[in-house]
């Protein structure tokens, strides 16, 4: 069975930084894009970042640029968010999720929690 | 960036109905659209891909349709394990963007 298990969530404080991470098995982790989507408290879906089987094609919501960097560990099935100068904005619920053909998401994990206040 | 609206925003309903929640596109995203499910506390689960096949498992009294910039979802007879809220997501292009959710309540 395909699973997908986030962890590193947490609270923390504006402008503070954080590494999240999702554990992959179940299916070729290698061969399969892979995305970030979060949802705030309360709030719909927000798709964040993608990321291409080799790592080599990254792309952001603009929300985003320049503060998450989305990275990729073929050889430990893994799948990490960087975030950076973190805001109040970010609190959600982060969730990894593996990309399908035509860009939709058939497997989520089911999410760590990344709090930002002081 | 391309905006995805859902109608209704809520929808009440009794089992046994068939319901439909809209979703449009503010630009032609042909069939790149699918819906998913969620339930308070969980993760989203996948309906529909490419506007009208059913995700693996999902019962046949779910059914998409729709394409360019109009799309539905139709749910043929309610049943109480259905009573969630609905998100549509696009992925014709860069940023892919959901719509806002429908909640679908019970009666």
């Known amino acids: 069975d395909v699973q997908l298990v986030e962890s590193g969530g947490g609270l923390v404080q504006p402008g503070d930084s954080l590494r999240i991470s999702c554990a992959a098995s179940?299916?070729?982790?290698?061969?399969?894009?892979m995305t970030w989507v979060r949802q705030a408290p309360g709030k719909g879906l927000e798709w964040v970042t993608n990321?291409?089987?080799?790592?080599?094609?990254?792309y952001y919501v603009d929300s985003v640029k320049g503060r998450f960097s989305i990275s990729r560990d073929n050889a430990k099935n893994s799948l990490y968010l960087q975030m950076n100068s973190l805001r109040a904005e970010d609190t959600a619920v982060y969730y990894c999720?593996?990309?399908?053909?035509?860009?939709?998401?058939?497997?989520w994990g089911q999410g760590t929690l990344v709090t930002v206040s002081s | 960036d391309i905006q995805m609206t859902q109608s209704p925003s809520t929808l009440s309903a009794s089992v046994g109905d068939r319901v439909t929640i809209t979703c449009r596109a503010s630009?032609?995203?042909?069939?790149?659209l699918a819906w998913y499910q969620q339930k308070p506390g969980k993760a989203p689960k996948l309906l529909i891909y490419?506007?009208?096949s059913l995700g693996s498992g999902v019962p046949s009294r779910f059914r998409g349709s729709g394409s360019g910039t109009e799309f539905t979802l139709t749910i043929s007879s309610l049943q109480p394990d259905d009573f969630a809220t609905y998100f549509c997501?696009?992925?014709?292009?860069?940023?892919?963007?959901f719509g806002q959710g429908t909640k679908l309540e019970i009666k």
């Open positions: 999720v593996r990309l399908d053909n035509s860009g939709y998401m058939a497997y």
């Open positions: 179940g299916f070729t982790f290698s061969t399969s894009w």
């Open positions: 990321i291409n089987q080799e790592g080599s094609a990254k």
């Open positions: 630009q032609s995203i042909n069939i790149w």
């Open positions: 490419k506007a009208s």
């Open positions: 997501q696009h992925s014709n292009s860069y940023p892919y963007t």
